[in-house]
Nanobody, 121 residues
Framework: QVQLVESGGGLVQPGGSLRLSCAVS????????RGWYRQAPGKQRELVAIITSDSSTNYADSVKGRFTISRDYAKNMVYLQMNSLKPEDTAVYYC???????????????WGQGTQVTVSS
């Protein structure tokens, strides 16, 4: 069983910053990717940022230069630093890992419960 717990969401004014955290726990053999997704009301869930096991990163065009994904192996944490926030960044943000739970299993996606980010004056 793999558990992901996000924290750090909230209400922030345009131009402000937030840092999201995701605690990863459970029986994990290996993690292929760690990422953040978001879903705004009436829209599909979309990729925000992803970091691979070899530390490559990829960002949605809409957040490039403003958001930074990072991870702490020792603490099993994934972070999303969000700067220069805009009203259109308002969404529920979900932490994701693509991981194997055993040597013989395939990679599966695991999700947190989500944390609300609201950017408004």
């Amino acid at each position: 069983q793999v558990q992901l717990v996000e924290s750090g969401g909230g209400l922030v004014q345009p131009g402000g910053s937030l840092r999201l955290s995701c605690a990863v726990s459970g029986s994990i053999f290996s993690i292929n990717t760690r990422g953040w997704y978001r879903q705004a009301p009436g829209k599909q869930r979309e990729l925000v940022a992803i970091i691979t096991s070899d530390s490559s990163t990829n960002y949605a065009d809409s957040v490039k230069g403003r958001f930074t994904i990072s991870r702490d192996y020792a603490k099993n944490m994934v972070y999303l630093q969000m700067n220069s926030l805009k009203p259109e960044d308002t969404a529920v943000y979900y932490c994701n890992v693509r991981a194997r739970t055993t040597r013989w299993s395939t990679n599966n996606d695991y999700w947190g419960q989500g944390t609300q980010v609201t950017v408004s004056s």
